[in-house]
């Protein structure tokens, strides 16, 4: 068999984890790889770290620094293999998780495989893996509805496998999102599959915690981002499924973004908990220790956060 899976990997200044993100690929039990590093303007040893590899699977290209979108579409045109697999340049899979995957998308061309993630620290051997409703196969609609169910739910690049028709399908990156494109980008390529696959076994690991990661923005740029990424999303979705339920999922994941972005961009929160009521009756109330419920209690969600910010807490 002759399949050929593009390894797709973003890299910005990624010089203390992209030798291990590279093992992790080079090491898949499925051998028959294209790895395309695309290094966006790095200004560490990036880049000769990845040169340092020296396996011919590996393609590395380099551009002037242009944003994480625009590396992956970057190396999306340099892509010419069967099926796609993303993943970050921080980022870990499993020796056996393209392999797992292929195995099941081989009589399913018109789907996409999802796996189990797990979020870790420090070493990979350290990744907390917990179970997820989502976790068994569904209807494009029904993960999308179902991840969401508590507002939340997580969409990282290197959980799936795609079908590359189904990528060309979806099209680019958008290059105008910079914080949350991930789960813009995936629902629509979901919604350009029949179903999604889990794949049992299939494992990857997510690394946490690092300040300079896009997810820890805080920029009002950033906000603008997730707050236009959010829209996207339900437009996306409700075009499909205008119910209850994915109404109500909408609903927590604007309530979440207001307390989340409050009061790094007020206005912002406001209109996306303006976004919340209008589809649905559900309330969450904001997450924080023990000292951010009480005062809450006593003084609102709202001042208590300008509390958190005045007293240093990010």
Known sequence: ??????????CYN???????????VLAQTWDRLQVVVVDDGSTDASAEIVRSFEDARITL?????????????TALRHATGDYVQYIDADDVIDPDKIELQLARLQAAPDCVASSAWGRFYGQPGETKFVAEPVQRDLSSLDWLTLSRQD??????????LIPMPIVQRAGPWREDLTLNNDAEYFTRILLEAEAVLYCEGARCRYRSGLPSSLSGQKSLKHWRSQFTVL???????????????????FALSWQHLAHASYPYAS???EAALRRAERLHTVHVRPDGGVAFRLLSRVIGWRAARRLQLLSGRP
Do not use: F, H, K
């Open 14 to 24: 990624a010089e203390r984890y992209v030798a291990e993100t590279l093992r992790s």
């Open 231 to 249: 829209d996207l999303c339900e437009g996306y979705v409700r075009a499909r499924e205008d119910s209850e339920r994915v109404r109500r999922g």
């Open 151 to 160: 507002g939340l739910g997580m969409m990282m690049p290197a959980l799936w």
């Open 61 to 73: 290209v380099q551009q002037s620094n242009a944003g994480q979108t625009a590396a992956l579409n």
């Open 1 to 10: 068999m002759s399949t050929t899976v593009s390894v797709l990997i973003p």
């Open 267 to 269: 206005d912002l929160a």
